[in-house]
Every structure is written in C-alpha cells, then in structure tokens.
C-alpha cells in the first residue's frame, strides 16, 4: 500500500461509490476537521504495509509458500474453460488485489499474494497448469458474477461467498473456508461492539457484497455507506468519515494486524460466509474437478501450510477445514 496503491484505490472508490455518495457529503466539515488525522492514518497504515525504511511488517513470505505439484497428466475435455485455457496455456484467475493475507497486489511487482492466491495456485497446479503461468486480474465484489459469464476469467478466488442467489449466475467450487461477518473500528472506539450498536453509525462496505447486504437487512438504523473496495472503506474510517467498516473477519483481521494502533475488531463474528471458488455456472465439469483438488490438498497439508503461511500470519490459527459440498449439475 503505497502512494501508487492510495491513488488506485481512490479511483476505484470515486467511480462507483453508489449510495455511500450522497451520505459522505453531508460530512465535510468533519472531514476537514479530521484532515491532520487522516494524513497521520494514511502515513501509519502506508508504514505499517512496509514502505523502505518502516519496521519489518509480518506477511506472506514468498520462501515459506508451499510448492504445489503440477498434474501434467491431468486433462478435463468435458470443460470448455478448461479447454480454452488449454488452447490458450495459461489460465486466468479473478481476485482481489487490496485484501491484506488474503489477495494482495504488490504494486511495484505486480505479483498476487495471499490465502485466496495460494487456494487459487493449487487448483491451477490440479488442472494441469504450473501455477507460475497464471494470469490474476483483480474483480472488484460487484464485477464478479459478470466476469464469469463473460468469460474474462476462467475461475474466481477471492473472499467469495456461496449462496442461493449467486448460484443461479455462477458455479461455486467448496466450500475451501467459512469465514464470518465482523466490524473493523478505530482503537478508540468505545460505543460499537456489535451490529446491535450500529444505529445511526456510519457503516462501511463494499458494493455487491453480502455484508452489506446484511446490514441493509437487518440493521435498518445504521447509515450504511458502500465504496467498491474494503481498502477505500478503511481510509474512511481513518479519516472519520465512517464509524466502522463491516466485512468478513479474514479481510478485517488482514487490515487490523496491518495497522494495530489504529484499528481494532469489534465484537464477534454475527454470519456464515462459506467461501467458494466462482466459476462459469453450467461448467460443471471445471467445478467437480475443483471440488476433488480442494479435498486432495486439504488431505496433502498443502491447505493448512497455505493458511499458515498467509492468513495464519495475522494471528488466528487455521480452523478445520470445511467439508466440500458437490451439489448436483446445474
Ligand atoms: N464474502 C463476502 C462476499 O462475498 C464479503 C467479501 C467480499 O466482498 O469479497 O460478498
């Protein structure tokens, strides 16, 4: 997260605030108000992400990822994606680029990296394809459903929820992981500490996501407010223009061991997020074929030494992994 990766951010959150527009007008003055504090937040969370110079920041290290074995002989011609991706050979992978230990862009390098991203390296490695070939492009929570069914991505890990709805657009891999809806607050946040307490807060989500949706649901009183991104969502609460950011404890924990003087976790996790792995919907071939490469690594320990090696390092040790669920062709 450097001035590079600001400067993106805030594009994308200029682009498509949605309904959070409106609302943050109505703030300036205490944004004005909040401009020496949000510098100070910006310049802290830019440290805490490793700028030359800044303290050592624990994250992934590229040495300690696992190496995973490439099934050369692997062939799946019942799948159309696969098979483009074979004629074309490499596959292309959506995920998130601004999602600390989960799917990180490094934006002097370009390289991806995270749980999501390891999850992502295995499958390819599954399919036959060296995972040093893949090709990410970052899908912002709102895109991602029309990523698929256009075919500009060939599957899709990153923080993706399975449910009902998606399930009529998409196909769904997993689940790989079940994560839970959370709030992420500044440290000298005494009033929030649960979605009981949001009344009337400003509320901060990405648009697309089930989190917002939930709290558009459920918690009618809070202002909810909704950027593209979680990372845009956390400038504001350092610039006080929101109370909280709420999203999946994976994502808000990344952002929280990032900047731990600034921001803390609130309360407990209130949802089920089962994460899958998005693919084309009616490719049901592809997604069988995941389903089996999410067991056999779960099986391998390549699923806990890639948690560990990402996720595991902001804190929480890796949970059991969830039992796949392969629902009929569709
Ligand atoms: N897991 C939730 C979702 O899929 C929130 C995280 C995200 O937006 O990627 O909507």
């Known amino acids: 997260m450097n001035r590079q990766g600001n400067r993106n951010r805030n594009r994308q959150g200029k682009n498509r605030n949605g309904q959070g527009a409106g609302r943050l007008t109505g703030t300036r003055t205490r944004g004005r108000r909040a401009a ?49 991706a074979k004629a074309r050979g490499h596959l292309v992978v959506g995920a998130k680029e601004d999602q600390p230990y989960m799917g990180e862009k490094d934006p002097a390098t370009g390289v991806y990296s995270g749980y999501d991203i390891e999850i992502a390296r295995m499958m390819s490695a599954s399919l036959g394809f060296d995972p040093k070939t893949i090709r990410f492009r970052t899908i912002a929570s709102a895109n991602r ?6 075919g ?13 709805l998606r399930k009529k657009q998409v196909g769904f891999a997993g689940p790989y992981f079940i994560a839970g809806q959370s709030l992420l607050v500044r440290t000298d946040e005494t009033d929030i500490n649960g979605p009981q307490d949001l009344a009337g807060k400003r509320v901060c989500s990405a648009a697309g996501s089930t989190p917002l949706q939930r709290i558009q649901r459920e918690y009618p009183k ?16 350092l610039s006080l223009q929101v109370d909280a950011v709420t999203t999946d404890d994976t994502i808000l924990m990344g952002f929280a061991a990032k900047a731990p003087d600034e921001l803390k976790i609130a309360g407990k996790p209130f949802s089920k997020e089962p994460y899958g ?22 099986k391998n320990g390549d699923w806990k030494k890639a948690y560990d090696a990402t996720l595991g390092l902001s804190g929480v040790p890796a949970p059991p992994p969830p039992a796949v669920d392969r629902y009929p062709a569709s």
Do not use: M
Request: hydrophobic content about 40%; aromatic content about 8%.
């Open 36 to 84: 020496g504090l949000v510098l100070a937040g910006l310049a802290l969370l830019a440290a805490a992400c490793g700028k030359p110079g800044s303290p050592p920041v624990k994250g992934p290290k590229p040495e300690e990822l696992p190496v995973y074995t490439v099934d050369k002989a692997f062939q799946l011609p019942d799948s159309p994606t696969w098979r483009a």
């Open 145 to 150: 459903e029309t990523a698929l069914q256009n």
């Open 152 to 164: 500009q991505i060939d599957y899709y890990v990153g923080t993706y929820t399975i449910n009902d």
């Open 222 to 237: 809070a202002i909810a407010v909704a950027y593209d991104t979680y990372s845009v969502c956390v400038d504001n609460l």
């Open 277 to 298: 792995i998005g693919v084309p919907r009616g490719d049901n071939a592809l997604r069988f074929a995941l389903d089996d490469a999410i067991t056999a690594h779960e």
